[in-house]
Structures are given as structure tokens and as C-alpha cells.
């Protein structure tokens, strides 16, 4: 019997008692953490190879890459960065990357690649419902394209799609109409902590569309969000991982951070630790 079998029949399966079983002595890790590159956006374009090479001796076992100026796969051809990859023993899973430009082209690079999504990362504010409209078939057409070349198409929240907007939270509205067999998502779980929304609540209504999320901290100074290294924040991740690992289907637990008190590097060596310490 597994860790959900038990919940599940030992009736422990309710809003009130899963933080609690979750944070006792069931046990859990997240020894295959990666990283989203733009997290060293400040360093990585001068030397790709050198800082993924850091990145892989800190810990990280997965990267999710973005579009810099040498693309995606930093000047690098598919077949060339997944050797350099399988070298350190490290797999690319996912890239953010333009829905709007090359699609054909990201999609034949990231496959040969070996990577497995293509997320769109950023959107905006939007002014009305009627726009989250038109983003949810755009969602639903690209997605449909990526699907057929045997990739996975998503969308990477931020605090805006959690913010309510003509009655409705805009995050919401994208999952309930595109279509589960063409559109995942990526849950960010610091912007939907920072919006003002209950994670484990969100999870726990659609957790099953979602199967990536970034790990990022943050606190809060009145109207001012400022990013921090894991563990200095105020997201209680013991909590909200324990439920998303045992009843998401999230399968990549990605960290990302912006903002540093000292460094990229320097923060990231710190994330890394509180990852592997993590348990829950």
C-alpha cells in the first residue's frame, strides 16, 4: 500500500488532516530537484557549459531551459547538448520558449533534444475575460501541434492569472477550458502564494493538470514582494509539496529564484542545499 492507498483509507484524506499526516514520519524527498535557467541568466550566456557544469556539482539533476540569445539550447545543437548533458548526468525536461515565433523549429529542436515540454512562460495582465478567452484557444491550437510531434505543451503561471478579474480567477478559466490531452500546466508556487491563494486548495481542486512546478521563496514588506533563498521565505513548502508529491501528478519539482541577496550562484548553491535536506 502506498502513502495515498493509506490516507485514502484510513479516512486522513480531508482538508484538515493532510498537512498534519504530511508533516509527521510518512517520509518523502526530492533528491531529483532541477533548475530553471533563468535563474542564472546573469552568468549562463557567457558560458553555458561552465555554469551547467556548477549547477550539476551543486545538485541539480534536471534544468528547464528558456529562450536567451543563443535559443534554448545555448548555441548547442540537440544532439550536442544532450550528450553534454547525459555527461553530467543531468536530462533537460522542459523549456520556456515563444508559442508565437519558430514554433515548428522549437518544437524539431526540442525533441531531438530529448526534452519533453515546450511552456509558454509569461502573458500579462490581461484587461478582460474575453481575452483569457482568446488565450485559452490559442492555448488549445498550440498545444494540439505539440501533441501530435509527441511533446508536451503547458503554461507557467504568474500572480496575475490568480488575481480575480470580472469575477473570475483568469487561472482557473485556462484550466477548465483547454484541453486536458493537449494543455498541462506549470504551477508556480510562489506567485500563487503571493496572489493570495491557498496552493494546497488550488492543488487539491486541479492537481492533476498540473506536472511541473517552480520552487521559489519570497517575503512580503506591505505591497512589496522580494525573493529569497529557500527557507528565508514565508511559503511553508514542507506542507504544500507533501500534498502536491503525493496527489498531483506533478513529476518535476523545478527551483527557480530572481532576486538574490549576494549572488545567482551563490543562492543557488543554498537551494540546492535546502532541497536535498528536504523531507516531508
Same mark, same amino acid.
Given at each position: 500500500m502506498n502513502r495515498r492507498d493509506f490516507l485514502v483509507r484510513a479516512g486522513l484524506f480531508t482538508a484538515g488532516a493532510v498537512t498534519l499526516t504530511h508533516t509527521?514520519? /510518512?517520509?518523502? *524527498?526530492?533528491?531529483?530537484f532541477g533548475l530553471q535557467l533563468y535563474s542564472v541568466r546573469d552568468v /549562463?550566456?557567457?558560458d553555458p557549459k561552465g555554469?551547467? *557544469?556548477q549547477l550539476a556539482q551543486m545538485g541539480y539533476k534536471k534544468f528547464e531551459s528558456y529562450g536567451g540569445p543563443q535559443g534554448f539550447l545555448w548555441g548547442m545543437s540537440p544532439k550536442e547538448i544532450r550528450s553534454f548533458l547525459d555527461g553530467l548526468g543531468v536530462k533537460m525536461v522542459s523549456t520556456h520558449f515563444d508559442m508565437n515565433k519558430d514554433l515548428d523549429k522549437s518544437i524539431a529542436d526540442?525533441?531531438?533534444a530529448g526534452l519533453s515540454y515546450l511552456l509558454c512562460p509569461y502573458i500579462g495582465p490581461q484587461k478582460s475575460m474575453d481575452d483569457w478567452k482568446r488565450i485559452a484557444e490559442k492555448f488549445n491550437t498550440v498545444g494540439e501541434q505539440v501533441t501530435k510531434a509527441g511533446l508536451k505543451f503547458g503554461y507557467h503561471n504568474h500572480d496575475y492569472s490568480f488575481k480575480t478579474l470580472d469575477g473570475q480567477l483568469p487561472q482557473e478559466y485556462l484550466l477548465e477550458n483547454?484541453?486536458?490531452k493537449n494543455v498541462m500546466f506549470e504551477l508556480d508556487m510562489c506567485w500563487i502564494d503571493a496572489a493570495g491563494q491557498d496552493p494546497i486548495a488550488h492543488l487539491r481542486k486541479y492537481g492533476k493538470r498540473y506536472e511541473l512546478c517552480h520552487i521559489k521563496d519570497?517575503?512580503?514588506t506591505g505591497n512589496k514582494i522580494t525573493q529569497s533563498d529557500l527557507g528565508k521565505g514565508q511559503v511553508n513548502y514542507k506542507a504544500i509539496l507533501a500534498y502536491a508529491k503525493d496527489f498531483t501528478n506533478i513529476k518535476h519539482y523545478l527551483v527557480e529564484q530572481e532576486e538574490y541577496p549576494e549572488s545567482s550562484m551563490i543562492s543557488l548553491k543554498n537551494d540546492a542545499e535546502y532541497m536535498k535536506k528536504l523531507t516531508v
Open positions: 509527521t514520519s /510518512l517520509g518523502g *524527498t526530492f533528491n531529483d /549562463l550566456p557567457k555554469i551547467m *557544469t526540442a525533441k531531438e483547454t484541453n486536458p519570497y517575503n512580503r
